[in-house]
């Protein structure tokens, strides 16, 4: 391979991934801003679950719609435009006054935060070659998981310093700003776009497939729509953990312990590291074999769920040690699903797959934000949504264990 074409590849892959370095920015803040919203607006935990049920809906449905196309337009202007239509969605939502209002305004950013992950998974699908598809994707998903340590990281930052919980639908969005512009200038979809020819994934020709064959053939894949299911219950969990451990950590008297918000900082972090290492050790340890990674990452991610459960209050070393192990076996999983979408359904159809299992994640996501929220409400301690945790990560594992992948198709 010519090295000015390896260096375009890996130009394109580390663009994408620092405008996905700062995304979540946009709808990772909102856990750290519930706790003061539902204190300044008299809303109960309950409703907070159906502010984040109306985002993760709104994400779903986007990714339904944006996957697919992603297939037939540029990835470069939708990653684009859904950033700066949720930057502007989060300003908004700071000079919102009741719940009713921001409700609707977070379900709008979902959608269009959802123009982000399936046009940016296709663009890199494009760039890179089949084999090296789960190192791409494990770069690209540790993106995400960093994505949501700098969420953290700023919005701790801000909690610390005080200000109100409007700032943290303002402030770290700016960082969105500049990536995402920095994306639109220097990104291109394809590599015919700069001359290259016949080098990354040769997919069809977009124009030669309709939407609605493109949904048929993935409706179609009986493997792929029970990894669609398991990862369902892999995002339920994760965003159990995203959203949650915050309110969990924060609790009421945080201010009494200040330096203990800073244990949830370790638990993207876990994250972004599960990521890359799932994402190489599919490829090297398990010979591209990615259930088995994912089945013991969601195995191990139930036990250390009860772990946490029954853990002492207080001992921060304990604490940050299961946050960030937490982390690293609940989301580096992900680097495994996402590589299934050109592998079972084929290049052509990598925007539709992933858009598609990235809304059954985000579907499972949102039903399991309300349902967290009603427990907490029930029993009234936090730690309680680690015994719920726990059983989705075994449902996961269980729906995953009945499929036998494929080779990718030869289209």
Known sequence: ?????????????????????????????F??????????????????????????????IGQLVNGNLADRFSARIMVSTGAYLSILTNFA??????????????????????????????????????????????????????????????????????????????????FLLISATVFLIVARDHPKDIGY?????????????????????????????????????????RYGLIFWVPVHYLGNNWKNSPNSIWVTFLLPVGMAVGALCFGTLSQRLFNNNRVKPIVSGMLVSAIIAIVVYFSPPGNMILASALMFAAGFFVYGPQACFWPLSPELLGNKLTGTGIGFMNMCGYVFAALGEPLLGFVIDHTHHTDSIFLV???????????????????????
Request: glycine letters at 8%.
């Open 197 to 237: 020819q016949n080098t990354g994934n040769d997919v069809m020709e977009a124009e030669k497939e309709t939407w609605q064959s493109r949904y048929r053939q993935v409706f179609k894949n009986k493997d792929f729509l029970l990894i669609s299911l398991s990862f369902g219950f892999e995002s339920m969990a």
């Open 389 to 411: 945790i726990c059983g989705i990560c075994i449902l996961s594992v269980i729906v995953i264990s009945f499929i036998k992948p494929t080779q990718k198709p030869d289209y």
């Open 31 to 60: 856990g750290w801003a519930s706790t003061a919203m539902a204190k300044d607006l008299h809303i109960p935990y309950t409703t907070i679950g159906w502010i984040s049920f109306a985002m993760l809906v709104g994400y779903a």
């Open 1 to 29: 391979m010519k090295k000015s074409f390896r260096f375009q590849q890996w130009k394109m892959l580390l663009v994408t991934m620092f405008c996905y370095l700062f995304f979540y920015t946009g709808r990772h803040n």
């Open 93 to 174: 939502i700071s000079y919102a006054h009741t719940a009713q209002v921001i409700m609707i305004l977070w379900g709008l950013n979902g959608y269009f935060q959802s123009m982000a992950w399936a046009p940016g998974g296709k663009l890199i699908n494009n760039w890179w070659k089949g084999e090296e598809n789960g190192k791409a994707f494990g770069f690209y998903t540790m993106a995400a998981g960093l994505s949501s340590a700098a969420t953290y990281l700023i919005s701790i930052v801000l909690t610390q310093q005080g200000l109100s919980w409007q700032w943290l639908f303002r402030v770290p969005v700016l």
